[in-house]
Structures are given as C-alpha cells and as structure tokens.
C-alpha cells in the first residue's frame, strides 16, 4: 500500500513557538512508517515579530498555503503587546475567522508521574470544546463620551451568538463524546455513557446566552447520533467551582467562546503546567495544532521550554485529520515519558531541556 502523504503548515509565530514548533514538526517525522503516513512541510509566517517586519501580523501569503496547499498545520505562540499598536490585531484569531476554524478543541488530563504532584488527588480526562468564532471576540468595540455629561468615557463591545455557531459547535462535542465513550468502551471496558455538559450564563444573559443554550440543548438531544449520550448545562459560574471542586465528574465541556477561553486555561492549571495542555483550531477543510501557552518572553532562547503541549497538539490534529492510530502512538509515547519522569523541564520542578525531554518521546516513538 502507497504511503498516504500530507502537507503540513508551521507557523512557529514568537518566543518559544519557534523552539517548540521544530519538535512538533520532528514528531511528524518519526512516526512508524507502519502506519503509512509520510509528511511534507511548508514553514509560514504570522505573530508580532512578523507584523514589526512586514507591517502584517497575518500575510496572505501565509493564508493563502493554508487554505490551497495544506491538510492540517501547527500554531506556535504569539507575542500580542499589552497595549494597543495601530493596524496590529491578533493573527490567531484572524486566523480563525478566515479558514472559519469554528472549534477550539482542547483535551486536559492528568498522567502520574514520580517527577512532580498533581494539583488535584482526581485523575482528570476532559475535552472542552470552545466556540471560536464569536462572542465578544468578534472585537467590535467603541469608546464614547458618557453622556450622562460627567466628562468620563465609556466603552462598549458587541457580544454576538448565532445559532448556526451555537448548533456546529454542540454538534462537534457530541461527536467528540461519542468517540470518546466508543474508545472507553474497546480499551477500558468502560460503558460509561459519554456526557456533554453546556455552559453559559442565560440568568443573566437571557437572549446570547439563552440562544446558545438552547440551540445546544436542541442539537444535542435532537439528532438520533447521540442518543445515547447524557446531556448536562451549568452556570459558568458554578462551573469554574464545580470544575475545581470535582474535575473528575466532567467529559466534554461545550462553550462560548470567552467562557471556553477561561475554562480551559482554569483546567490546565488542574494537570499541572501550561506546558501539557494541546488544542487544536477545527474547521471544514483544515485543522491547526496550537498548544495552549503563550510565547514566554522570560524563558524564550533558554531551550528549557516544555514541548509536551505542542507534541500533543500534533496528536490531536492528527485525530481529526483521521489518523487515530499515528495520535494514539504520540500520546502513548508522551505519557510514558511522563510516567518515568527521568526527563522534566522546569515548569513542572525538573532540569531538562526542550531537546532531552524530545529526544526521549522520540525513543518512546
């Protein structure tokens, strides 16, 4: 059988995506040729750095590949400053709403290891699945003079919830859930039915909310495909303490976009590092690896970044590009690695550099 080749895109963008998106890229090499994948790949440009030598965060050049040339890519980190810099606008978000990459997808669990203690005594295994076209991040915003004629200012942002948004978002968790009761049920044993839980903020915000609710609740106990699955919805609020309280209860967490972004970050602090936790950006045509921290101007250039979130982001970018055999291995490799503990970098209480704690998930390969 012909190996099955797929284009990749790498956008290491700034600070330690450009240390962290080689060895995502080094992974993809290594995969056993049994399985019968083979890789190709063309290096892209996006994030602050770009936009200080080119004027643009987001070259259409690098738009353009993605959307004619490549299966899938990887996302490495951004530099967005802290105050506002005239015609610059965050690439990743761009990004989403030019390929329409409408889930952000990402897995939070916990792997025992000797080298550091967990946050949490409950063993965590969850997907949130976060909106990522919408909500207050469509950015629409104005500043005015208060009328009230106090000589303040006040600002305001559209929140805006579609139900076409709200359906394609629940209806990826349910799937995610299903696979995921399906792969419990053949290598665990575990019949446990798949749960998705929707969360939002509908007491409050009775028609963004309320439409997200209720379109999630309609997509999800509607159609016949998740039938079987149990449908829950909490208060963000209550959700963010019940999520610390009891992480273990949850299995696919579905939400707006700025509620996911919160929520996601929140259960990474559960698993013990930023450093661990992937994501991947999914749309019809293409799917984006993108580990879940930041660009990490402290460390950035020290070769001590933790390169486990982006290896796990190939391994989810892999599943939706239907390849669950070659995101098994990585995932496999990866905990073994962690299960030892002989190679940890420093944001989890260790010594190793980037290239040890690689080089061993690459022998775990």
């Not at 699945?129 to 500043?143: A, F, I, P, S």
């Not at 929140?266 to 690896?289: K, R, Y």
């Not at 291995?329 to 905990?335: F, G, L, Q, R």
Request: glycine share 8%; hydrophobic share 40%.
């Amino acid at each position: 059988m012909a190996a099955r080749t797929l284009r990749i895109g790498l956008i290491p963008g700034d600070g330690i995506g450009r240390e962290v998106i080689p060895a995502g890229k080094r992974i993809l090499e290594s995969i056993p040729s049994s399985l019968g994948l083979k890789f190709s790949f063309v290096d892209l440009d996006a994030g602050f750095d770009c936009f200080k030598r080119t004027g643009s965060a987001l070259p259409d050049k690098t738009v353009e590949t993605l959307q004619k040339e490549c299966d899938g890519a990887l996302f490495g980190a951004v530099s967005s400053p802290t105050t506002k810099v005239e015609g610059y606008t965050s690439p990743i978000v761009a990004l989403r709403k030019k390929l329409s990459l409408y889930a952000n997808v990402r897995p939070c669990k916990t792997t025992a290891s000797p080298a550091f203690a967990s946050p949490t005594p409950h063993p965590i295994d969850l997907v949130i699945v976060r909106e990522n076209t919408e909500d207050l991040y469509v950015k629409e915003e104005k500043t005015y003079a208060d009328p009230s004629g106090d000589g303040g200012q006040v600002a305001e942002a559209i929140k805006r919830i579609s139900s076409k948004a709200s359906w394609r978002i629940a209806d990826i968790a349910g799937d995610i859930a299903v696979r995921r009761q399906r792969m419990r049920s053949q290598h665990r044993r575990d019949d446990t039915p798949g749960m998705v839980t929707i969360t939002h903020k509908s007491n409050v915000l009775s028609q963004t909310d309320g439409l997200f609710r209720s379109t999630a609740r309609e997509a999800l106990q509607g159609q016949p495909k998740f039938a079987g699955l149990r449908v829950e919805e909490q208060i963000v609020d209550s959700m963010v303490y019940k999520l610390f309280l009891q992480p273990q209860y949850y299995d696919v967490i579905v939400a707006p976009n700025l509620y996911g972004d919160l929520l996601s970050d929140g259960a990474a602090a559960l698993v013990g590092s930023l450093g661990l936790v992937p994501s991947a950006n999914v749309g019809e045509g293409i799917v984006i690896g993108e580990p879940c921290h930041g660009s990490a101007p402290d460390i950035e250039g020290r070769g001590i970044a933790n390169p486990i979130a982006t290896i796990r982001s190939v391994a989810v970018m892999l599943e939706f590009l239907d390849l669950p055999d070659a995101a098994n291995a990585i995932y496999s490799a990866v905990d073994k690695n962690l299960a030892e503990g002989r190679f940890v970098t420093p944001d989890l209480g260790g010594k190793a550099s980037t290239e040890e704690v690689l080089e061993d998930i690459l022998k775990k390969l």
